[in-house]
């Protein structure tokens, strides 16, 4: 990393991603520099706003960390109490209000927690010395004040297949060399939200892991411009909007989610930035405290949701129908599937527990709840929000027609709505929905809410793993008499 000074304003870290020589290719051409490119600037905006947040509303955007004895940002905090793991729900709902798409940042968060405390598991059980090299790491990025991408998700190939399995092993990442100064891994992590805006990546595990996948039991920590590192941008619905004339046509022109292919080449990582190496049995219970964390910070959605739920009342208000009860009746519904994803998932945050290591971890069946409920309400929602907006959604003219000599004046005209709203007003929320459920912003609303994260079945085996079945038939047995089998 080149940077030295600690990023404090949302510009400091625009400018801090500059000139960095990434391998980022988007339309099959090397972007030179990712931070001008129109198509991906809002995804940098998205990340920026985290950092507008921490200075401008910092009980929300930032906490003490007792790692370095001074205030980071919210999104690299070790959380230390149960009110920490609180704060950062309402963070991500406020942020998603803010930004009306992914701000990237919490896969990050969950991961430098999860990984938190799982070398210090992993130590009392083997003798390693991770956990004090992993806060050693941290330490440096809270001081600097970096965005740490966490990387997942593999590309996994044959699904029934574990990783040692697949014809060709490099479709989960895995340790191809050990040196004296350490270590070189290879493979391919998918969806990686973030990636190219953040300064630091976390690679981890996918998946459980058997003796026969040690090399694939890796953790640790790689700079986003390290030698070997592809970046492949990920298309997203309308997205070449973003380079057109004017902001009409693309309903939010300041904000993008982000999410790449990552391709590790033959990477190097020397030995104080890994924190896992070969501990095989530590990956599920990684996995399954990273989810735990990142299913409940699904909360963001909800924060987006309020967006959506305020561009269909602005639609209904301009077509003059505000008042009719249907219309009132849908607002309502989109608010109470809206309020239940962030219900469940403050509700797990406020029912943390204090790990081994010392941080705060929230329930992990209401954060599933959550989760599940996430993979369903935004699409119901979004329903409604078209339901309520009309057909306008998918069959607006263009914004160069809208502007245009001959054909502006007509739309002006056969567009308007109520008595005094301007056209255009009429036009924009239209735009903002489709934007939110068929556009580039449903990339993040809609499908990311059902795959990320884990998809619904994830969800459904944790649910029937931790809903306790037995001690419930019990709790029949003993009320209608039934004796105990
Ligand atoms: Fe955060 Fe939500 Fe984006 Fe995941 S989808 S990184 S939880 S904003
Ligand atoms: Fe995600």
């Known amino acids: 990393m080149k940077m030295d000074q600690p ?21 099959g051409e090397r972007i030179e520099e990712p931070v001008d490119h129109p198509m991906i600037r809002p995804s940098v905006n998205a990340v920026a706003a985290t950092y507008r947040l921490a200075t401008e509303d910092p009980s929300l955007g930032s906490a003490e960390s007792s790692l370095i004895g001074n205030t980071v940002n919210r999104f690299l905090h070790i959380t230390e109490s149960v009110d920490d793991v609180v ?3 309402r963070m991500q709902r406020r942020l998603g209000q803010l930004t009306g798409t992914c701000f990237q940042r919490c896969v990050g968060m969950d991961a430098i927690n999860a990984i938190f405390a799982i070398t210090f598991d992993c130590d009392q059980k083997h003798g390693t010395a991770y956990h004090q090299r992993f806060r050693d790491f941290l330490q440096v990025v809270q001081q600097r004040n970096l965005v740490i991408g966490g990387a997942m998700t ?6 029934s297949k574990a990783p040692a399995e697949q014809d060709d092993p490099d479709l989960f990442v895995r340790v191809v060399d050990r040196r004296a100064d350490g270590v070189v891994i290879r493979g391919a992590k998918a969806h990686q939200t973030g990636a190219i805006n953040s300064h630091w990546i976390l690679v981890m595990p996918t998946i459980r892991l058997t003796d026969r996948d040690r090399d694939y039991a890796i953790v640790c920590a790689i700079p986003v411009d390290a030698d070997g590192i592809t970046f492949i941008y990920g298309r997203q619905s309308c997205d070449t909007r973003s380079m ?18 990552l391709i590790l080449d033959d990477v190097f990582v020397p030995w104080p930035n890994v924190f896992l190496d070969g501990e095989f049995e530590f990956a599920a219970p990684l996995v399954e405290r990273f989810t735990a964390y990142h ?18 009342a602005l639609a209904a208000d301009y077509n003059g129908v505000e008042s009719a009860s249907h219309v009132r009746d849908k607002l309502v519904e989109m608010s109470h599937l809206n309020e239940t994803i962030y219900g469940t998932g403050i509700a797990a945050s406020h029912e943390s527990v204090r790990t081994e290591a010392g ?22 929602i979004g329903r ?29 005209k056969y567009l308007a709505g109520r008595a005094g709203v301007p056209t255009e007003n009429r036009l924009r929320a239209a735009r903002l929905i489709e934007n939110m459920t068929l556009g580039r912003n449903a990339v993040g609303y809609l499908t990311e809410s059902l795959h990320g994260a884990g998809s619904p079945q994830a969800q459904i085996v944790q649910i029937r793993r931790q809903s306790d079945l037995e001690g419930k038939k019990a709790l029949a047995r003993k009320l209608a008499g039934i004796p105990d089998e």
């Open 7 to 27: 990023i404090v304003t949302a510009d400091d870290y625009v400018a801090s991603l500059r000139d960095r020589q990434l391998e980022v290719y988007l339309f």
């Open 87 to 89: 704060q950062q729900n």
């Open 154 to 159: 593999d590309v996994k190939g044959d699904r």
């Open 244 to 261: 057109e004339e004017g902001d009409l046509d693309s309903g939010n022109a300041g904000f993008s989610g982000q999410e790449a292919m």
């Open 295 to 312: 299913r409940r910070s699904y909360v963001c959605k909800s924060g987006v949701g309020d967006v959506l739920i305020g561009a269909a």
């Open 359 to 380: 941080n705060y971890v929230n329930d992990a069946l209401l954060a599933n709840v959550c989760k599940l409920n996430v993979t369903r309400f935004p699409y119901e």
């Open 384 to 412: 409604l929000a078209q339901d309520l907006a009309g057909g306008l959604v998918a069959t607006l003219p263009s914004e160069a027609d809208f502007r245009a000599e001959t054909t502006g004046p007509l739309l002006q």
